[in-house]
C-alpha cells in the first residue's frame, strides 16, 4: 500500500509564532512512522489574498496538495478564543479537496488552554468542508516553555501524545480511504 | 451483510415538542431503506434523572441499543440556540459505545433557521464522545407548517433531503464498521 | 443605593458533583461584598421536568428570584465539552427575566482545562436570551485537588480570581442597571 | 452629548463580496439616526499583513478609529460556517480598544441562513477582547436577491430590522458608557 500523504497546516504567518516549533516536532514525529509521508505547509510560503474559494484566492501549489492528501493535520495557535484569519484565508481557498479526509488538531497557546478554543472553533469549519474530525487532540499550553531556545522539547510527554494523535488520524485515514475506494457516493466517482 | 443499525435519537421530552413529527418522517424513510434497521428513541420513555455518565443515570435499555448501534441520527430542536437539557442528559449517560460510530443531524425550529445552531453546538459534544460528525444535516424551519393537522408532510423536498443525509451515514457507517473489524486500535478490541 | 441581587446557578444535581464546592467558594466571597446579596442555587432544591419556557417546565421560585436578580454568576462543570443538561433546562425555563441582566461564568473540570469549553457553549444560550455576558471567567481545573476533604481551599489565589470576576459583574450590573432605570427600550416600561 | 460614533465593520475583501450591499444599507440607515456618527471601514482599505496585536499587523488608522469608537457594527458574510479571515486578522490587530464597548452584528449569505453561524462564532471571539455582545442580530439570507442590479434594497422589511438593531446597539452603547465615565474600574483610568 502507498503512504498515506499528511499535509500539517500551520495556522499562521506571525513573524513570532511560537507555534512553528510545535509544527516542526509533529512533522519530525511524523516522518518517523513509516505508514505516512508528511509535509509541512507554512502558509508565508504560499499565497492567500483574498477570502473565500475563488479562483483569485487559490494557490495552486495547495491545491494539488490538498487534492493528493489523504488526511490533514491542522496546527493552530488561539488568538482571542479562536483560530487566526491566515489560517482560515487558506483553507477556504479549496473545498472539495477535503471531503471525507480526516483531520487530527493540535492547539498552541501561551496561556494555560493550550489552544483548546481554537480547535472548538475550527470543528465547525472543517466539518462543513467535508473533513472528518478525529478526537485525540494534542494541546500546547505555556508554549514558550515548552521548547528551549534551540527549539529541543523540553517535556518528552508530548512525544507520545503526537503519536496517539497520529496514530487515531492514521486508523480514520485508512477506514475513510477505503470508503472513497470502494463505496461509491457523490464526492468520489 | 446484517442490516446496520441506526437508532433515532428525539432530543426533548417538550409536551408540545414538533420536532416529534420530523423524527417520525426520518423514521420512516429510514424504514424504507433496505440496508438499515432504525428505532425512533423517545427520551420520555426513558429514564435519565441525574447529570453524567455515573450509574446513577444511566438507563440500561439506552446503554443497550447505543453498544449495538452502527450510527445515530439526532433530532434536536433548538432552544435558544443550543440544544434542550434532556438530549445532554441522555447523551451524557453513556460514553465508550459512541466511539467511532458516525452520526447524522436534523435541526428543528419555529423560526427560520431549522436548528442550525443547535446543531453546531451539539458538534462540540458528539465529537468528544467519539462520534464521527457527517455533514448532510437536514433543516425543518417553521416545522408548525411543515406538517398538516395530521402529521402529513406539506413539502415532498424533505424526503430527498432525509434520503441524502441517510446515504452520508449509511456511507459514513460502512467505512466506519470496516475500520472497527479490520483495522485494531485501543477502542476496538 | 439597595444591594445588587447576584443569583448563584449552579449547572449540576449529579450526586458527586465537585462543582458544588466551586459555588460554596463563590458564594462565600460573594457575602464578603457589601454592595451585594448572593443566593446560592441548586438545581436540585427546583423543579424542572420538561425543556423550554412553557409552564409546566417552570418553578415559581425560579420565577421570582430572576425576575428580581441584577446579574447572574453560573458555576457549571462541563461534561463532554459542554454544560449539563440540568443547568440548560434551569435556564431554558425563562426568558424575559434575563434581559439586560449581566452574567459572569465559572467553569469546573476533573481535567486541566476548567470548563472552558463549557462556558464557551454556554455564551450562545445566554446571549439570545439577551444576558449581556462578561469576560473575567474564573476556572477551575482539576478541582478534586483545589479544596480539602472538608472542602477548604488549598490554592488561595482563587480568592482573587473571583473577587476580579465579581468586580466585572457588578461594574456591568450598574451600568446595566442604569440603562435598564434611564434608557427606555422595548423590554423595560 | 456628542454623537456616538460607531464603525461598521465589513469581514471581507473579496472581490464579488455581496455584503458591501449590506454594509451600505446600515451605514445609509446608520446616518439618518442622529444621535450616532457612522463610518464604514472597508478592510481592503487597511493594511494588517499577518495575524495577532503585534505592531507590524497593526493600521494606525484602525488603531485611531477603534480608540475613538463607542461601539460597533460587524457585517460579515459566512464561508464554511465561520467568518472571514480577513475579519480576524483586522479584529485581531486591536485589544484594549474594544473593552466595554458594545457589538452589533448582520450576517450575509447565498444561502437560506444568512451567516447565523459565522455570528455564533465571532461572538467567542469578539467576547475575549472585551466587547459586550447585544443579541438583535441581522440576517441578510440569498443576499443575491435582496438588491437589485443598481444595489436598491427590494425588501423594505430590512429597515426595521436595521433599526432595532440599532437602537439595541445605541441603548447599550449609553449604558456602557455611564459606567466607562463613572464607576471606575481597571480599564477605564
Request: hydrophobic content about 35%; charged content about 25%.
Amino acid at each position: 500500500m502507498d503512504k498515506l500523504f499528511i499535509p500539517i497546516l500551520l495556522g499562521t504567518t506571525r513573524p513570532k509564532r511560537e507555534s512553528f516549533k510545535a509544527a516542526k516536532l509533529i512533522e519530525k514525529i511524523g516522518r518517523s512512522i513509516d505508514t505516512i509521508e508528511v509535509q509541512l505547509v507554512d502558509p508565508g510560503d504560499y499565497n492567500f489574498p483574498f477570502d473565500g474559494n475563488d479562483p483569485e484566492n487559490k494557490d495552486p501549489r495547495y491545491s494539488a496538495l490538498t487534492q493528493r492528501a489523504d488526511g490533514f493535520f491542522i496546527v493552530t495557535p488561539e488568538y482571542n478564543h479562536s483560530f487566526p484569519g491566515t489560517l482560515k484565508r487558506m483553507l477556504d481557498s479549496e473545498l472539495r479537496n477535503y471531503v471525507h479526509k480526516p483531520v487530527a488538531f493540535a492547539g498552541v497557546s501561551n496561556g494555560i488552554f493550550g489552544g483548546a478554543r481554537a480547535i472548538e472553533s475550527l470543528v465547525h469549519t472543517v466539518r462543513e468542508m467535508g473533513m472528518v474530525v478525529t478526537f485525540s487532540d494534542v494541546y500546547f499550553p505555556q508554549i514558550q516553555n515548552t521548547f528551549d531556545e534551540k527549539g529541543e522539547l523540553l517535556d518528552q510527554g508530548y512525544i507520545k501524545r503526537i503519536e496517539r494523535a497520529y496514530a487515531e488520524l492514521i486508523w480514520m485515514a485508512k477506514a475513510l480511504k477505503y470508503g472513497r475506494d470502494n463505496l461509491g457516493g457523490p464526492y468520489h466517482s
